[in-house]
């Protein structure tokens, strides 16, 4: 089975700080990860995945993430935080074929 | 770009009632899947669906949910007797092909409210 552990409910950044959001996986087989963002009222969406080809992903408005067997981790970050990363942040895992299995999410508060 | 879409944006029900969510998922994917996000807690898997049948459920899936594509485009979940703990967002998603790493596209979601 697949899990994901999302340490930090809440995080607060001040605006131009680095974003660090952790996640570690728990896997039986090789992960395929995930980090998914949700902005309030909205769905979510794909900010990155990690499907093997490189341990450095990057994605979407500036993050990326590294993933690390030996840590078993998959942190989030962004060098400079901006008010719009204001959001909800989801590590992932596929489970099985089709699952995807999700973590308890992180808010992430930016700060003037 | 093209995106999952989901109506209703909310919908309250009376507890005992059927309730019947709608998703449009992308035009060229070929699975589609259902989430459940409770207040306050995690995004949960609940079933899959591909070739009009149900691939793959989980525990929470019981006999009160159902899965249809009616149509070329339209995939629904039925709650036929609804709980108040039904009460959640419900999310689509689809993805053009299965596996490890096929990406799921999500829905703005349905929120059900169960009085």
């Known amino acids: 089975a697949q899990s994901v552990t999302q340490l930090g409910s809440h995080v607060s950044v001040s605006e131009g700080a680095l974003v660090l959001l952790r996640c570690n996986y728990s896997?039986?087989?090789?992960?395929?990860l995930f980090w998914y963002v949700q902005y309030p009222n909205q769905g979510l969406q794909l900010l990155l995945k990690?499907?093997?080809?490189?341990?450095l992903v990057k994605g979407i408005n500036g993050f990326e993430a590294e993933f690390k067997k030996s840590e078993t981790s998959f942190h989030l970050t962004k060098p400079s935080a901006h008010m719009s990363d204001a959001a909800e942040y989801f590590c992932?895992?596929?489970?099985?074929?089709?699952?995807?299995?999700f973590g308890t999410g992180t808010k992430l508060q930016v700060i003037p | 770009e093209p995106e999952v879409t989901q109506t209703p944006s909310h919908q309250v029900t009376q507890m005992g009632q059927e309730v019947i969510l709608r998703c449009v998922p992308i035009?060229?994917?070929?699975?589609f899947y259902w989430y459940r996000q409770i207040l306050g807690q995690k995004v949960e898997f609940l079933v899959s669906?591909?070739?009009?049948?149900?691939?793959?459920k989980s525990e929470i899936f019981d006999d009160q949910f159902s899965v249809e594509r009616p149509d070329g485009s339209n995939f629904t979940l039925k709650i036929r007797s609804t709980k108040l703990e039904d009460s959640a967002m419900y999310f689509c998603?689809?993805?053009?092909?299965?596996?490890?790493?096929?990406?799921?596209?999500f829905g703005p979601g349905t929120r059900l409210t169960v009085l």
């Open positions: 998603a689809s993805s053009e092909d299965v596996g490890y790493t096929d990406t799921q596209y």
């Open positions: 896997s039986s087989v090789p992960p395929y």
């Open positions: 990690y499907t093997s080809a490189a341990t």
């Open positions: 992932a895992v596929s489970g099985g074929y089709q699952k995807v299995t």
């Open positions: 035009s060229n994917h070929l699975y």
């Open positions: 669906f591909y070739n009009n049948e149900i691939s793959e």
